[in-house]
């Protein structure tokens, strides 16, 4: 059983928003890092957002300035809200608990939610 389950992807134009949702056990959401992963077709996944346990958050380049992770403590649920939607933010995206300083994930992979951005 994959211990985080995402969901809220869908087909946008080029400007356009979404928010994922991530949502995962207490034992998961209350001790660890939580970020988001993204992977285009034939490109390597990449960790493009996390947030600590105690709301920091760290962002890479090509999403900073664009997309907001966030956690709602009650609900054990991490959203991502990506603004100002670009083709090349297209991919399946996947979320997963992170080892600290590190992108390196720590559970297996879900399924993941497909954000497909229309030029």
């Known amino acids: 059983q994959v211990p985080l389950v995402e969901s809220g992807g869908g087909l946008v134009q080029t400007g356009g928003s979404l928010r994922l949702s991530c949502a995962a056990s207490?034992?998961?959401?209350?001790?660890?890092?939580v970020g988001w992963y993204r992977q285009a077709l034939g490109k390597q996944r990449e960790l493009v957002a996390a947030?600590?346990?105690?709301?920091?958050?760290n962002y890479a380049d090509s999403v900073k300035g664009r997309f907001t992770i966030s956690r709602d403590n009650a609900k054990n649920t991490v959203y991502l809200q990506m603004n100002s939607l670009k083709p090349e933010d297209t991919a399946v995206y996947y979320c997963?608990?992170?080892?600290?300083?590190?992108?390196?994930?720590?559970?297996?992979w879900g399924q993941g939610t497909q954000v497909t951005v229309a030029s």
């Open positions: 997963n608990a992170v080892m600290p300083y590190t992108t390196v994930p720590l559970y297996g």
């Open positions: 207490r034992s998961i959401f209350s001790i660890n890092v």
């Open positions: 947030i600590t346990t105690d709301g920091i958050t």
